[in-house]
């Protein structure tokens, strides 16, 4: 177990190892953000630097080392981590690069890691090649740059392993109060996890934002989940990168659509994490989250003064599934006696400009825009670039809304621009979420629309890559039929006189597959509908190894797929989706990671846009979704009892019908043994 973060985090004596321009670049940060603990440089010259003298050894501070930026070369650095280990220090940021990182350029990193590791021990270590971090709450800077942090009491804590990204968010202008910035490099020893485990115990963080470029341990992540929910923290992932399949070949439509961003996702859903795609949306999010909290829920409320605008907001919500309940009549009434009866009454609400700088009036209109039911109400308001103070009523009528009514209130700006950092900052004080462009708003309602909790079962984790054998199908189906699958009558047989002759102790109508090959259909190798008499011609017909005939199902009100995949960096992917020869083609899928229980699959089943079909529709017989239920479950107590051994499982297509579900395509893969 490594030491605890915050000595590193919160130090009070900071050694700066390295060349005099980076020690003054860190000696320089510290100060500018009111760094009032001791700092100093350590260089075997003895050189003055930024006007402070350096020791020459570790061995020669007379006190505690809190923490230490290391600005040496990589083979340097773990001489220098072994010191700083042996004198007990709080922890290091490792600047150098070279190591795992550089693998594919130099065989020799990944060794330097493990040293880097060995002389660690518990002591915390942020990188290799890392910046460092910026902790505004207690004025602290170990960061060899510049950046825009400026002290606060509270806020959100960003971490990502890009140094440079860690940079420009430092600069943002859009008043987000940012706690802590930390770069995490290659996090060789001290993980995103562990690191945001720790600012958890920081009452003054709001929320942690984390930019993810790919998920290490799953169960430290897992273990970040449920701390940050115990403690009411909301985090916000920026996912990006992919994760590389286990499998790469196309025997499977399952390897196609549970593509590389599937398991990511999964994981993330499984964890209760909000998700966003770019930078201005994950910083408006952790803006909306660091005020009023997670929404839970997608009903909102807008107004504005302008048709113009109430359009556009009307549009950009329904894309990202954002509703607006229409007015009850009691805000009805409330409305028209402040507007009158000039303006039509209606959510999104356009409220012309007849009470225009009346701030008072205005905040009455605007207060009838919230109430029950309502996560959000959003006043639109573009705020020009020169003579602001005209604008100053607005300010004023949000900020008395908000004081009236106590409801999450914001006011959004169409473009990011036209939300000044000084009113941002003034709205904020106040209550009022003050969020930069509409698309940036409505996208950070949309990601925290939905009430999260992670899982409680943890996830099945990965196995170590093999060379995987395709099984055939009917020994697929056999296979899973042990575990509660249920699949069709069949025979197999070696040559096209056998398996006609076995034939004939089956219920017609039949189905005839050559074995041995993956995508069946695209090599002649299925015919359907066929009488006993009929499959020897047919099986003359194929060229392949063997054959399997058995007895189709009719009835059927639907196909769908089920899938597993052996994910390297998430765990075993569950990919439910529309089924049959035209899945690919479909893309109507969702995901989770196994184990999920019978509540989440019949959600994921809900998502799917064939999900009408299971219910009957246009008065068409629904399936069986028990059955559909029982046979997800079979295929997941397969992979759960073979984990060891199982690369992938697609049942394609499951035949649904009202009284049963039938799987009457199989396919497994398994390690080589």
Not at 139 to 162: F, K, N, Y
Not at 241 to 260: C, F, K, P, V, W
Not at 351 to 356: D, G, S
Not at 469 to 497: M, R, T, W
């Amino acid at each position: 177990m490594k030491r605890d973060l915050s000595r590193l985090l919160n130090p009070r004596s900071v050694a700066v190892i390295g060349g005099g321009a980076w020690c003054a670049s860190i000696i320089r940060a510290a100060q500018a953000i009111g760094f009032d603990g001791d700092i100093f440089p350590v260089h075997p010259s003895g050189k003055e630097i930024a006007g402070k003298v350096a020791i020459r050894r570790l061995d020669d501070w007379p006190g505690p080392i809190d923490a230490a930026f290391i600005g040496v070369n990589r083979v340097a650095t773990i001489e220098v981590v072994q010191a700083l280990n042996r004198l007990d220090a709080g922890g290091a940021v490792c600047f150098a690069s070279g190591f795992s990182e550089a693998k594919a350029e130099d065989a020799g990193g990944d060794m330097l890691q493990d040293q880097l590791i060995g002389a660690a021990g518990d002591m915390p270590v942020l990188g290799p090649n890392c910046y460092g971090f910026v902790n505004a709450l207690d004025r602290v800077a170990i960061w060899p740059d510049q950046h825009g942090m400026e002290p606060v009491e509270s806020g959100v804590a960003i971490l990502t392993q890009s140094s440079n990204i860690a940079i420009n968010l430092t600069m943002q202008q859009r008043a987000l109060p940012i706690a802590y910035m930390i770069a995490c490099g290659n996090m060789a020893q001290t993980s995103q996890s562990d690191i945001a485990l720790g600012l958890l115990d920081d009452a003054r963080v709001t929320a942690i934002g984390l930019h993810i470029e790919g998920f290490a341990d799953l169960r430290g992540w897992e273990a970040l989940a449920r701390k940050a929910h115990q403690r009411g923290v909301p985090l916000i992932a920026l996912k990006s990168g992919i994760s590389e399949q286990a499998q790469q070949a196309t025997l499977s439509h399952t390897a196609s659509l549970a593509g590389s961003d599937a398991g990511a996702q999964a994981f993330l859903d499984r964890l209760g994490i909000a998700r966003v795609h770019g930078l201005p949306e994950f910083l408006e999010t952790l803006k909306l989250v660091h005020c009023v909290g997670a929404l839970g829920s997608a009903r909102i409320a807008s107004i504005s003064c302008s048709g113009g605008e109430a359009s556009l907001i009307a549009d950009a919500a329904k894309a990202r599934g954002l509703t607006f309940p229409a007015l009850s009549d009691p805000q009805k009434d409330h409305l028209r006696d402040v507007l009158g009866p000039m303006v039509a009454l209606a959510n999104p609400l356009d409220y012309h400009t007849y009470i225009w700088r009346d701030a008072p009036a205005m905040a009455r209109a605007w207060a009838g825009m919230t109430g029950d039911g309502i996560a959000m109400t959003l006043s639109i308001v573009d705020y020009p670039t020169s003579h602001i103070g005209d604008w100053a009523c607005a300010t004023q009528a949000a900020l008395k809304t908000r004081a009236m009514t106590g409801a999450p209130f914001a006011v959004v700006s169409t473009l990011p621009e036209l939300m000044p950092k000084s009113v941002a900052q003034e709205l904020m004080q106040g209550g009022v979420v003050p969020m930069a462009g509409l698309n940036e708003a409505l996208a950070a309602i949309a990601a925290t629309a939905v009430s999260r909790q992670p899982t409680v079962e943890p996830v099945l984790l990965p196995r170590k890559a093999a060379a995987y054998f395709l099984v055939s199908e009917a020994k697929a189906k056999a296979a899973l039929a042990g575990y509660g699958l249920v699949v069709p009558v069949n025979q197999q047989a070696d040559s096209p006189e056998t398996i006609a002759m076995k034939a004939r102790a089956l219920t017609a109508p039949l189905a005839l597959k050559g074995t041995g090959l993956g995508h069946k259909s695209e090599h002649g190798a299925v015919r359907l509908n066929l009488q006993p008499d009929q499959v020897l011609a047919a099986a003359q017909n194929m060229d392949v190894q063997g054959f399997l005939v058995e007895e189709m199902v009719t009835g059927g009100v639907a196909e769908l797929l089920i899938g597993v995949v052996q994910d390297p960096a998430h765990g075993f992917v569950l990919t439910l989706a529309a089924g049959g020869v035209l899945t690919e083609l479909l893309q109507d899928s969702t995901s989770l990671l196994i184990p999920s229980d019978r509540g989440q699959i019949k959600q994921a089943l809900n998502r799917l846009r064939c999900a009408p079909q299971l219910d009957g529709y246009r008065g068409q017989p629904g399936a069986d979704n028990e059955a559909i239920l029982d046979a997800i479950d079979a295929v997941q107590a397969y992979v759960l009892a073979n984990a060891d051994t199982v690369g992938e499982v697609e049942i394609n297509p499951l035949i649904c019908t009202p009284t049963q579900a039938v799987a009457v395509d199989a396919l497994i893969r398994k390690a080589d043994p």
